[in-house]
């Protein structure tokens, strides 16, 4: 018998593929054995370090799409919002590791804003991370759900979930290996304190959030959501759990500050970050040169984290 040998990349999804695999190089075809070749895909920590590395710098910009605050030349529109993004992303794509759209915003334009959805990763650059900003978290059956639709039709490299349902409802999240999660634990909107800051026996709420994403994280996939507007809990979880990677929403608009972010975490050489602008990004300008001022507000936002 001759064998045929057949290459696959193997993400890790499921622990039935390489078992499955074993059982097909076992059957005969037409006389022929399949020698299978596995070669693992790129994990999610691996793929956050070459975004980085790529661009020198840890920023996401948020994309927050609004009608009503398009420059005033584009259609106040989905078509206008589309044109929007294009020249967004273009202006930027090499001054930034990642892009998080917010899904209400699209959600909010009908079925051309999931269209855009589905549409967005052709617009980035191969490295370029893109995390889809949904808060999921319900019961595992619909969480499968949600994790096809937004790795499978989004093309999302991570997604942001609630961990209020527990860490056995994230599954169908936390089992993707090549796929990040950040949980939220303390989150940059006024208020956030009313839950996050109650207290548990032995810490605060937020900080058994992230204790148990810390036990989640069997596949080195999992972070954390924490507000720049949030410096004594970004201090505390730096000392409680400094391994896990962190999406920092909260500068600009809402008041946080990136640069004392940035000095705390500074302490902390070995721990990832990726701090997030949205608005002040995505509205520097309402006129023609939209796009050039997005880009001459993302590269003042890459210096005060550099």
Known sequence: MVAIP???LADGG???FPKALEWLALLPFFGYYVSVVLIPMTTFGERWDEAVAKVGSPLCIGLDPLQDKLPT???ASPKGVWLFLQEIVHATSDL?????PNLAFFGALGAEGWEMLERLHELLRAHTL?????????IPSTNEQYAKAVFGRIHAH??????YLGGQSLAPFLD???RGVFVLCATSNPGAEELQELPAPQRPLFEEVALRARAWNRHGNVGLVVGTTRLEALEHLQSLVPELPLLLPGSGAQGGSAREATALLAKNPKGRALFVWARHILYASSGRDFAAAARQAAQKCREEIA
């Open 14 to 16: 499921s622990p039935l």
């Open 73 to 75: 030349h584009l259609p």
């Open 158 to 163: 991570a997604l942001t979930v609630n961990p």
């Open 130 to 138: 893109l995390i889809a900003d949904g808060k999921f978290g319900d």
């Open 6 to 8: 057949l290459t696959v």
């Open 176 to 178: 993707e290996p090549a």
């Open 96 to 100: 930034a590791a990642a892009f998080k």
